[in-house]
C-alpha cells in the first residue's frame, strides 16, 4: 500500500498527529476525510462579501500552553486578538462572563456597590466562581445576585444549548459558565490568544505540505476500513501500519452496541449591508424567546483592521445529533449512562493493537483546540517511542 500510518480525520488532532509523522518520523502518511476542504470544523473561507467566515461556527484560538502556541506558530502568521463577548439580559446588553462592569449595568448604583463590596470581600479580586456554586451561597445579597444571573444569563442558553436542565449536565460544562469578579471583560484570559491571518485553511495546507502525506476527500472512512478479528483491514486488505482514528467511535463500530448521544448545531448566515452589525465578534441571547444563542460577526475577529462596507453574521441553533440526517456531532453529552456506552466501544478498541483514538469525539471528552493540539503532541510521543524502540 505504501503507507506506514492511516489518519481519519483532517482536523487539528488528524493534521497534528500527520504532520508529525510525517516530518520528523520520516513516514508515509494517508490522511482521509469524508468531507471535500481539510481543517474539520476548523475550515474557514472568503464569503461573497469579502469576509473571512467560519463554516462550522466561529473558531479563537487561545491557550496558556506555550508548546502549543510554539508549535502552530510555525504553520503561518498570527496576529493578536481578544475575544469579547456581551449578551442580551434583561433588555440590556452587558459583558459576558457577567462580571463588575455588568453588574454596575444591570443594578442601581447603591445595590450594584454593595454587590461588588460583598464579593471582593468573599471571593477576592480577578476570581471567576461558577454559578452553581455562587446559587449555593449562603449570604442573601450573593445568592439574589445569582439567582438573577442563573435565571437571565445561564437557565435559557444553558437548556438551548444542550437540551437539558442544567443539573443534567456535566459539571465540566457548567464549571464553564463563571461570574467574574474583575473589571476584565475579556472573554478569555489565557496568556496568548490570537488568530490566523489568512484564516484557518492555510495554517492546514501548511502543515499538510508534505510529500510523506496523502489526503484524500470525500472518502469515509467507513467504506475503506474494515476490523475483522482485531485487526484492520484497508481497502480489504490487512493494514500492519498504524491507523489513527479522530472521528466517533460508535460509528467505527457500526453502531453496534448503540449510538452516542451528541449536540449538533444549525448556522443561519445573513449579508449585512453596513460596516458593522454588532459591537463586538458575539453576542449572545440567553433568553426563551430567541431560539438561537448567539450571533458572530465575523468581521470582528477574523479581519484584522477590515474595510468594508458590507459585514456577514450567523446565528447559530443548537439542536440534537441525528445519524440519519445530514448534520454534525459537535459536543458529547457527558454522564454516567453514555459514559458507559463509550467505554464498551474503548474496551473494542483498545483491543486492536495499531488501532489510536485522539480528539473530542473519538475520545468523547469535549476539547478546546489547543487541547486537542496538546493531546495530539502528546500522543506522537508515544508513537515516536515505539517507532524508535
Not at 454522564?335 to 467505554?343: G, R
Request: aromatic letters at 14%; glycine letters at 6%.
Amino acid at each position: 500500500m505504501g503507507f506506514d500510518y492511516i489518519v481519519v480525520g483532517v482536523g487539528f488532532a488528524g493534521a497534528t498527529i500527520a504532520e508529525r509523522i510525517a516530518n520528523v518520523l520520516n513516514k508515509k502518511v494517508l490522511v482521509i476525510d469524508k468531507r471535500d476542504t481539510i481543517g474539520g470544523n476548523m475550515y474557514d473561507y472568503t464569503d461573497e462579501n469579502g469576509i473571512l467566515v467560519h463554516k462550522y461556527g466561529p473558531h479563537l484560538f487561545h491557550t496558556n500552553l506555550e508548546n502549543v502556541y510554539n508549535y502552530l506558530k510555525k504553520f503561518g502568521e498570527w496576529f493578536f486578538y481578544e475575544h469579547r463577548v456581551l449578551g442580551k439580559v434583561n433588555g440590556k446588553i452587558v459583558p459576558i462572563p457577567f462580571n463588575i462592569t455588568s453588574i454596575e449595568k444591570s443594578f442601581d448604583k447603591e445595590k450594584a456597590n454593595k454587590l461588588i463590596n460583598i464579593l471582593e470581600k468573599e471571593f477576592g479580586k480577578e476570581k471567576k466562581i461558577p454559578i452553581l456554586e455562587l446559587r449555593k451561597y449562603p449570604d442573601k445579597d450573593i445568592n439574589e445576585l445569582a439567582e438573577y444571573i442563573y435565571e437571565n444569563v445561564f437557565l435559557y442558553y444553558t437548556m438551548k444549548q444542550w437540551g437539558q436542565t442544567p443539573d443534567e449536565i456535566d459539571p465540566n460544562v457548567t464549571n464553564r459558565v463563571p461570574v467574574f469578579v474583575s473589571e476584565d471583560d475579556r472573554y478569555f484570559q489565557d496568556k496568548y490568544q490570537f488568530m490566523p491571518k489568512g484564516g484557518y485553511t492555510k495554517i492546514f495546507e501548511n502543515m499538510l505540505n508534505s510529500n510523506n502525506i496523502e489526503i484524500r476527500l470525500n472518502t469515509d472512512s467507513k467504506d475503506v476500513l474494515k476490523v475483522k478479528d482485531n485487526k484492520i483491514y484497508f481497502e480489504d486488505k490487512e493494514f500492519k501500519g498504524k491507523v489513527i482514528y479522530t472521528g466517533a467511535l460508535d460509528e467505527f463500530f457500526d453502531y453496534e452496541l448503540g449510538a452516542l448521544p451528541y449536540r449538533s448545531l444549525d448556522f443561519e448566515f445573513e449579508s449585512i449591508n453596513k460596516e458593522y452589525y454588532q459591537e463586538v465578534g458575539t453576542v449572545n441571547y440567553p433568553t426563551k424567546e430567541d431560539k438561537f444563542t448567539r450571533i458572530t460577526e465575523f468581521k470582528h475577529m477574523t479581519m484584522e483592521n477590515a474595510k468594508t462596507d458590507k459585514t456577514t453574521i450567523m446565528r447559530e441553533y443548537p439542536c440534537n445529533y441525528d445519524k440519519d440526517k445530514d448534520n454534525i456531532p459537535y459536543y458529547p453529552i457527558v454522564n454516567d449512562d453514555n459514559m458507559d456506552l463509550y467505554n464498551k466501544y474503548l474496551e473494542k478498541a483498545n483491543k486492536i493493537n495499531n488501532f489510536y483514538l485522539i480528539g473530542r469525539l473519538a475520545q468523547y471528552k469535549y476539547f478546546n483546540m489547543d487541547l486537542v493540539i496538546n493531546e495530539a503532541l502528546k500522543l506522537f510521543e508515544k508513537l515516536k517511542e515505539e517507532n524508535d524502540g
